[in-house]
């Protein structure tokens, strides 16, 4: 059965976490390994609280078993869906990891609870992951931004415009300096998933928004996008988290339904693959690694493969009377 204590604890999941490249992954998985920590602290009758040090931090990760793995993937598939399962687990199998390799944890005991809490499979690839996009939405969107005055409005269409168009992760649009945007339309995504860096390209009405932007924000060293409010300083980058809460305001105020960053990357590389581009293309303008990757975004489901088996001849001869 797993211990609670604070100095282990803190030290494996620190540890862990160093191991990361970017921010928003270290973010993301000391979120999960809180998670994990409060159900196994559940399944102690351990009351973790909310206060520091974190649940994460309290747990000896070097101590936990396969019983203690098993249960934590069980109460993890009761609650969450898949992909959110699979994110909890592999930052478990981190930190696991870690612990085996610090030497404080026995070889045999990692290996069993990493294999206690191997990935489960993925929604399946007709459904519908996210919330679904349409042109619609987006011109309501920016129709509703266009009526308002400011310049946190114009930095809102830019935002809008760079998602959508560029196919950018929330983490990524929050990396770009001024710097990185080109007269010519190419933007340098330096920050991407895994370390990597692209290109990307915004022209037609992408292009115009970013520019209306710039004539606000000036031509001046730092963010491309900054941050509005009281809590925050002059020329403060935005955070991920700030576009997400921001695209959520935007889409009230516009009488639509509500979606996520992430929902405008699925319809942006549905729509590429939808008119038609080469796969290898759209995977280079997303940053994945693999097609398989971004085939797992493609929102076009059972309609389009119905679509494509129509392009298929049958050589059938009927029998003959």
């Known amino acids: 059965m797993a211990e609670f204590g604070f100095l282990l604890g803190a030290a494996l999941s620190d540890r862990y976490l160093a191991t990361l490249r970017s921010p928003a992954s270290r973010r993301a998985m000391a979120a999960s390994l809180d998670v994990a920590a409060r159900i196994v602290a559940d399944r102690a009758d351990v009351a973790l609280g909310d206060e520091w040090p974190s649940p994460k931090e309290r747990l000896d990760w070097a101590s936990l078993s396969f019983d203690d793995a098993v249960g934590v993937k069980a109460a993890l598939a009761a609650r969450y869906a898949p992909n959110t399962v699979n994110r909890h687990l592999a930052a478990v199998r981190g930190v696991v990891t870690v612990a085996q390799l610090s030497e404080v944890m026995p070889l045999g005991r990692a290996q069993n609870v990493c294999r206690a809490l191997a990935g489960v499979p993925r929604e399946a690839a007709s459904g519908i992951v996210g919330t679904s996009v349409s042109a619609v939405q987006l011109a309501a969107l920016f129709a509703d931004i266009a009526s308002r005055h400011g310049p946190v409005h114009r930095r809102d269409a830019a935002m809008l415009a760079l998602l959508a168009m560029c196919a950018l992760r929330r983490e990524e649009l929050v990396n770009l300096d001024f710097a990185d945007v080109h007269d010519d339309g190419n933007v340098a995504v330096r920050r991407g998933k895994g370390g990597r860096s692209r290109l990307v390209f915004v022209h ?46 935007l889409c009230r105020q516009a009488g639509v339904e509500t979606f996520a960053p992430h929902d405008l990357r699925r319809w942006a590389i549905t729509e590429l693959l939808r008119a038609g581009q080469d796969v290898i293309a759209v995977r280079d303008l997303a940053g994945h690694a693999s097609v398989q990757t971004t085939a797992g975004y493609d929102q076009r489901g059972v309609d389009a493969a119905r679509s ?6 049958i050589p059938f001869v009927p029998e003959s009377t």
């Open 204 to 249: 037609g009405g992408a292009q115009a928004a970013v520019a209306d932007w710039l004539t606000v924000r000036g031509d001046g060293d730092g963010p491309l996008l900054f941050a509005f409010g009281p809590a925050v300083g002059e020329r403060d980058r935005m955070t991920g988290h700030g576009v997400w809460k921001r695209l959520r305001w």
């Open 308 to 313: 494509a088996s129509r392009h298929l001849c």
